[in-house]
C-alpha cells in the first residue's frame, strides 16, 4: 500500500485502486496500531499529475545518517577545512552517525520548496532512503528523502552540523510512504537530477548495494537510549555528491527518484 498525503486528506493506492480514507492517522499506524489499513475503504480517482502534496507524517521527528557512502566520505573529507579525518574515522567505525534532521513542521512534501540557507555559499541536495520505523523499532515501510546540506557551514566546523543541516524547508519527504516489512533490494536504484533553466546540471544515480551500513543496522542505533513514542523517519546517508563547484540557486528542480518508491520533486527557494 502507498499512503499519500493531500491537502484534502490521506488516500492510498493498493496495486490497482486509488482508495479515500476516512479516518486515518500516520501516528497511529506508527504506534503498532491494528486495522489501519481498514480506514481505506472508499474507492476515488486517481492523485493529480502535478499537484503538491504534505509530508508523509503526523508528529514524527526526521532523524539521519551521515557517511554511510564511500563517496559521501570522500565528499566530506574535501569539504572539511581542518578536520577531514572526522569524516574517515566514522566512516569506518563500528558506531555510525546519527543525527536529529526535523520536527515536522520543518518538512516538506512533493512539489514544495526547500530551501537554501542565507549565510552559506555551498548548498546541496541529498538523496537518500528514508525508513519509516514504528514505536516499537519494527521497519514498517519507506519513502524518499531530500536532506538539504549547507556544505560551507559543516566544512569550517564540524561541531556547526546542526545549523548545517536543521532550519526550515531543510527537509522533504515524499511523495508517499510505501509500507512493506521486508527490505528492498539492494540493487534499488537512486537517482538524482537537478535542473536549471531546463537544463540538467546534475544527473546521477547509486544503489543501495553501495551503502555500507543495513537499515537494520542504523535502526538499532537509533532507538540505544532513545524512544519515539509516535516512531521516527531514519535519512540514511547519501551516495550521490555533486561536484565541489556545485550549488543550488533559486529555482532549481530538484528530482529524486528511487525504484519501488516513486520520485519526490521540490523547487529551491531561499524563503519558506
Known amino acids: 500500500m502507498k499512503i499519500y498525503r493531500t ?4 488516500v492510498g493506492h493498493d496495486g490497482s485502486r486509488w482508495l479515500r480514507a476516512r479516518t486515518f ?3 497511529a499506524l506508527f504506534q503498532g496500531g491494528s486495522g489501519i489499513l481498514d480506514a481505506f475503504d472508499e474507492e476515488r480517482g486517481p492523485l493529480k499529475a502535478g499537484s503538491a502534496l504534505l509530508p508523509p507524517l503526523e508528529s514524527q521527528e526526521i532523524w539521519a545518517a551521515g557517511v554511510t557512502y564511500f563517496r559521501s566520505r570522500e565528499a566530506r573529507m574535501e569539504e572539511s577545512e581542518k578536520e577531514a ?3 574517515d574515522r566514522v566512516y569506518s567505525a563500528e558506531r555510525p552517525e546519527l543525527f536529529f534532521k526535523a520536527t515536522p513542521h520543518r518538512v516538506v512534501g512533493h512539489r514544495q520548496n526547500v530551501v537554501i540557507r542565507s549565510d552559506s555559499t555551498w548548498n546541496v541536495p541529498e538523496a537518500e532512503l528514508a525508513i519509516a520505523v514504528s514505536a516499537g523499532r519494527e521497519i514498517i515501510g519507506f519513502s524518499i528523502g531530500n536532506d538539504m546540506s549547507s556544505r560551507s557551514i559543516e566544512g569550517e566546523n564540524p561541531l556547526y552540523l546542526p545549523q548545517a543541516k536543521i532550519y526550515d524547508g531543510s527537509c522533504a519527504l515524499g511523495p508517499c510512504l510505501v509500507l512493506q516489512d521486508k ?5 534499488t ?8 533553466g531546463g537544463d540538467a546540471i546534475v544527473d546521477d544515480k547509486t544503489s543501495l548495494e553501495e551503502m555500507k551500513r543495513s537499515p537494520e543496522n542504523l535502526v538499532s542505533y537509533l532507538f ?5 513514542p509516535n516512531g521516527a523517519y531514519l535519512l540514511t546517508g547519501t551516495g550521490i555528491v555533486p561536484d565541489a563547484s556545485f550549488t543550488l540557486e533559486p529555482g532549481d528542480e530538484i528530482t529524486i527518484t528511487i525504484d519501488g518508491l516513486g520520485t519526490l520533486s521540490n523547487i529551491v527557494s531561499s524563503v519558506r
Do not use: K, Q, T
Open 189 to 196: 536504484a537512486i537517482r538524482l537530477r537537478v535542473e536549471r
Open 183 to 187: 527490505p528492498l533490494s539492494p540493487e
Open 25 to 27: 492517522s500516520f501516528d
Open 224 to 228: 540505544r537510549h532513545n524512544s519515539f
Open 7 to 10: 491537502p484534502d486528506g490521506v
Open 85 to 87: 579525518d572526522v569524516y
